[in-house]
């Protein structure tokens, strides 16, 4: 078999590649845009012993200012194909473009993701949800790469999902796509306005951020209540900020350091910690060593 050429590229800015706009250089960098690309990757890294980051959209992670010091690999794995209800969809394809395509043929279970700035993968790792839905009622399958490069196909009997969580965050490979069950509904349309009108309302919109930075502590407790009620909304250190909008939102005013970001990050824990005795849990993953 002849090997695959990959481009690698070296010290990439990964702040370029955050949607928080912050984090220092990757050592190496490399773009897969199939799955013999992402086995590539997976090999380079184990050839050279070195650490591997595979990365979505960057919108749940905050990069360390040293950057990474390892292969960062970018999924850009991103065809789609309907067959009726169902979808096989690559998982470097935006979970938001896939929900709108869901919404325009009238099908219903994504219809809460035209707001969340992540991948399909990226999706599935965290168990994306809003709006009382989510990712795992509709999943069917997941084709998934071990970090020695394996296939394996997961039915949805073999994941477990639960709030924020999938087995994929105790494995250590590649999610390559994902297969959809939706359900034809001509409400659609009109169920995703609501869920966009809420949206507008409640979270910020345009700026800088990883979305929420906590989890809820209970299904029925919002670290953005308990933290809006600690007086902390605007709270800001260096050019990171608390926002006025939802609590829960870390915003970049334009420069912040992830240094900035984990000083308030801490300050945000004590504060609820003293007025609640709750101890707040990361939703979002911070990557490299401060
Ligand atoms: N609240 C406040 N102040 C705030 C924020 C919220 O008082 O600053 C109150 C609200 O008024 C409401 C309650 O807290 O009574 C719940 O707020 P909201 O409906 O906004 O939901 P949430 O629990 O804060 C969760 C998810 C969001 C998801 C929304 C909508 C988590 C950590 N967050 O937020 O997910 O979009 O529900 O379903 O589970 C994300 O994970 O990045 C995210 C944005």
């Not at 995703?192 to 906590?214: H, M, N």
């Not at 600690?230 to 005013?253: E, M, P, Q, Y």
Request: aromatic share 10%; with cysteine.
């Amino acid at each position: 078999m002849q090997k695959m050429k990959l481009k690698i590229e070296e010290n990439i800015l990964l702040s370029n590649f955050s949607t928080f706009g912050i984090g220092g250089p990757a050592k190496f960098f490399t773009r897969v845009k199939s799955v013999d690309e992402a086995q590539a990757a997976l090999a380079y890294a184990s050839e050279n012993t070195i650490p591997f980051l595979i990365l979505g959209s960057g919108s749940n992670i905050l990069f360390n200012d040293d950057g990474f010091n390892g292969l960062v690999i970018l999924n850009k794995i991103n065809h789609c194909q309907f067959f009726k209800n169902e979808v096989l969809v690559g998982s470097g394809c935006p979970i938001a473009s896939l929900g709108l395509n869901c919404i325009k043929r009238e099908l219903a279970g994504l219809e809460f993701t035209p707001f969340i700035p992540g991948s399909v993968g990226g999706a599935i790792y965290m168990n994306a949800s809003a709006n009382n839905l989510k990712i795992s009622d509709v999943i069917s399958e997941v084709e998934y790469l071990t970090k020695e490069g394996e296939k394996i196909i997961f039915k949805s009997s073999e994941m477990d999902f639960s709030y924020r969580y999938s087995s994929f965050q105790k494995m250590n490979g590649f999610i390559t796509s994902a297969k959809f069950l939706l359900s034809w509904d001509k409400n659609v349309l009109d169920k995703y306005e609501d869920i966009k009108k809420f949206r507008l309302s409640t979270q910020p919109q345009k700026q800088k951020s990883a979305g929420c930075v906590f989890k809820n502590p209970m299904p029925s407790l919002s670290a953005g209540y308990l933290i809006d009620s600690c007086g902390l909304k605007g709270f800001t250190i260096g050019d990171a900020t608390v926002s006025s909008v939802h609590a829960n939102f870390i915003l970049n005013k334009g420069n912040a350091s992830c240094k900035d970001v984990v000083a308030l990050i801490n300050h945000i824990k004590n504060c609820v910690k003293q007025k609640t005795g709750i101890e707040l849990e990361l939703e979002i993953s911070i990557i490299g060593l401060l």
